[in-house]
């Protein structure tokens, strides 16, 4: 195909083929999707002293699956340990602001900070749910 290109428009055969090397190079490093989807997920930040970006670790507790990242998972995982340990306010909306204050202390600056009314929509059935099985 890229022979085909080559006798229609050379600059466009030249510009998939870089293309498509980036692309290669980024999943020969153990990425499984192309670099510029892997930065959207991934926050990118400048280098110590200003070299340039550098990327930051992906989370492990939120796996890249299809669609908009979620930190559901991360506040959900909170929500079952304090229900563990005994620790679950006696009233939901209490819970609720609880749950979104430890995760603005615990990832200071994240983008991705669901409002309250989000975590009640979301987390307020797994919260009666956990209330039940504790009486």
Excluded: H
């Excluded at 796996?63 to 679950?88: D, H, K, S, W």
């Excluded at 306010?89 to 603005?104: G, I, K, N």
């Amino acid at each position: 195909m890229l022979y085909q290109l080559k006798a229609v428009c050379q600059q466009t055969a030249k510009a998939i083929a870089k293309s498509y090397a980036k692309i290669v190079a980024g999943i020969g490093q153990g990425l499984s999707k192309p670099a510029g989807r892997f930065l959207a997920w991934s926050s990118t930040l400048v280098g110590a002293g200003g070299t340039g970006p550098d990327r930051s670790p992906v989370r492990t507790e939120t796996p890249p699956t299809r669609g908009r990242p979620t930190v559901m998972p991360i506040i959900r995982a909170e929500l079952e340990r304090c229900a563990r340990e005994g620790n679950l306010e006696t009233e939901q909306a209490q819970q609720m602001r609880v749950l979104r204050s430890w995760f603005v202390a615990q990832y200071p600056g994240d983008r991705r900070t669901p409002k309250f009314k989000t975590l009640t929509r979301k987390l307020g059935g797994v919260y009666n749910a956990l209330k039940d099985e504790l009486k």
